[in-house]
Structures are given as structure tokens and as C-alpha cells.
């Protein structure tokens, strides 16, 4: 289900490019959680790809980063249209094979997967970013080490 808006931008932080707009209360009502909610739309009719934020009110806010504000030429202040619905598409980062196979030869397989969502993604994201094949080995001997000794903290 869609669900359309109009909001005004305001700053949220001392942070000048936390710009962001309050979700209308019926809208989050409608979904029913309180919780973070993965999202896909529009702002004034530019696609828009994000997460409703809690606001502590029993609602949630949107925040607009810099890119969607300058593809938009809108600001503090602004009005904005929205258009809103849930974000089916799973935002999981894909696990290599070749990483899935390293932590099955060590029986960490299970250790990996049973990390939170975010840890899981961020490790994933770390060999991701490696820009040769030599680096991508090294941190999957690392991260294979780090889970056997169990210590992840500061490892990406």
C-alpha cells in the first residue's frame, strides 16, 4: 500500500545535514510497528530509497540526505511531496562462496549467521570493498581468526 504526504524539512541535530521530515502519525499508524521500517518512494517525484526512523513519539521521521535535497533543489524549510510504501527487497549482503566455504572448513559457518543482521553486513561489506584479490584473501583470514578467537571488535 502507497501512502502519500506532504511534510516540511527541518534540521533534527546540531549536524547541518541532518535534514529530515516527520512521517504523518496515521501513516505510522497504519504500519503498526515502532521500530526502524525499511521504505521505497518519491520525493517530490524523484525516487527515494531509505528507513523510517522512531521518533520517540510513537511515530517516525524520514531524514533526507544531501543527495535527495540538491536532486530535489529543496532545503530547510521546504515542503516536500512523498510517496511511501514498504520495502520488500531484502537489503542482506550476498555472502561470497568462496567465504562460505572458508567458514565451513573451520565449523564458523553457524558462528557467522547467528551475528546480528548488521554485523554480518558490515563483515560483508568490509571484503567487498577490497580492491584486489590478495587484500579480499587477507581479510577473510582474518575475519576466520577473529571468529575463532572470538573477537570481531574493530575488525571493519
Not at 560483508?124 to 577490497?130: D, G, M, R, V
Request: overall charge neutral.
Amino acid at each position: 500500500m502507497e501512502y502519500r504526504f506532504t511534510s516540511t524539512i527541518y534540521k533534527f541535530s546540531s549536524n547541518p545535514s541532518f535534514c529530515c521530515v516527520d512521517v504523518p502519525d496515521e501513516v505510522s499508524a497504519k504500519w503498526g510497528r515502532r521500530v526502524m521500517i525499511p521504505v521505497v518512494g518519491t520525493v517530490n517525484g524523484c525516487d527515494w530509497r531509505g528507513t523510517l526512523l522512531p521518533n520517540g513519539n510513537d511515530g517516525h521521521r524520514m531524514v533526507l540526505n544531501g543527495q535527495i535535497r540538491k536532486r530535489t533543489r529543496v532545503g530547510l524549510g521546504d515542503s516536500v511531496e512523498i510517496s511511501l510504501q514498504l520495502d520488500e527487497v531484502s537489503r542482506d549482503a550476498v555472502m561470497p562462496p568462496e567465504l562460505e566455504e572458508a567458514l565451513r572448513e573451520n565449523d564458523l559457518l553457524d558462528v557467522f549467521n547467528a551475528m546480528s543482521r548488521t554485523k554480518r553486513n558490515a563483515a560483508l561489506k568490509w571484503l567487498e570493498s577490497a580492491k584486489t584479490a590478495a587484500t579480499w584473501e587477507r581479510r577473510v583470514e582474518s575475519l576466520v581468526m577473529n571468529l575463532l578467537h572470538n573477537n570481531l571488535k574493530g575488525i571493519w
